[in-house]
């Protein structure tokens, strides 16, 4: 990155010979918990396809460690600015993208942040979480948000000597609340007054009105971390260039028929992309 930082993105190598007429980068943002193994059938059924998969990793994922000190903020799109222009500069092909869970975020981030310069042809949000109150299901959030915790804990505490001077570890070790964590960690390292604040001005909804790229959420009623689709569909009436898929199961980032089925939502994604690329490429 232009300040020296480093970010990491998983190719696919062995690409299918199959050549598509609209061939694109398909730019994959798994959520925080995950990497590229997580959505190796989606690179897969992507390069099967005719389309060039990447898998797109924060500051400290991927197995890279933080050159500078600055910690991932999903609601920071500045690193996958410079990412989608690389990757455009190198392989002159429209880029596309597909998220998941809190990946979703960053994508609503940079798609409302950079409106009609955004370079992304169309993108898919799979379990994207746009509401926070009122979760149905207190004990799976709460596992959730222990793994969420602890794959954050574990990336800053890989990067001690990095961040040493910014956070305080043992205060940082005692959290086990995603609020708090986000006063103690996030709010006092971006310099904002209080966590209130913090997430108020990186809410990943915070430019959804800029967005002009045509946009797919595929979501579950029984989500355990948003399982309310009212604000979806309220969003889909607002812009013409938002589409919802939402069904009675899934979970969050499951959708799955069977137990040893895959995932039905990555083939619908790609349904989706090759719509758009089809008619938005002339």
């Keep these: 990155m232009k300040d020296r930082g480093v970010i990491a993105l998983d190719w696919v190598k062995s690409v299918s010979k199959n050549t598509r007429k609209r061939s694109a980068v398909v730019l994959i943002l798994p959520g925080i918990t995950s990497d590229a193994t997580n959505v190796s059938y989606l690179c897969k059924l992507a390069s099967n396809k005719g389309y060039k998969p990447v898998v797109y990793n924060q500051r400290g994922f991927g197995n890279t460690e933080l050159t500078t000190a600055m910690l991932l903020n999903n609601c920071d799109p500045s690193d996958l600015r410079q990412t989608i222009q690389c990757i455009q500069d190198r392989h002159r092909l429209p880029v596309v993208s597909i998220a998941y869970g809190t990946g979703c975020d960053l994508l609503l981030s940079y798609l409302g942040e950079f409106g009609s310069s955004a370079r992304i042809f169309g993108g898919v949000c799979i379990s994207a979480c746009l509401e926070n109150e009122d979760r149905p299901s207190q004990t799976l959030k709460r596992v959730y948000n222990v793994l969420h915790l602890l794959k954050l804990k574990s990336i800053i505490c890989r990067n001690y000597y990095a961040l040493s001077k910014q956070i305080n570890f043992a205060e940082m070790m005692k959290c086990w609340s995603l609020k708090e964590f986000d006063k103690i960690v996030f709010s006092r390292f971006y310099n904002y007054k209080s966590v209130d604040e913090f997430e ?42 938002f589409m919802a898929i939402v069904s009675p199961t899934g979970g969050h980032c499951g959708f799955y ?25 002339k």
């Design 200 to 241: 108020e001005q990186m809410h990943p909804m915070r430019d959804i009105d800029e967005i002009c790229a045509p946009l797919l959420f595929i979501n579950s009623l029984d989500d355990p971390l948003d399982s309310k689709c009212d604000l979806l569909f309220e969003l889909c009436d607002e812009f013409p260039n």
């Design 257 to 281: 028929d069977s137990l040893f089925d895959v995932s039905w939502s990555d083939r619908l994604a790609l349904t989706y992309i090759q719509s758009v690329l089809y008619f938005g490429i």
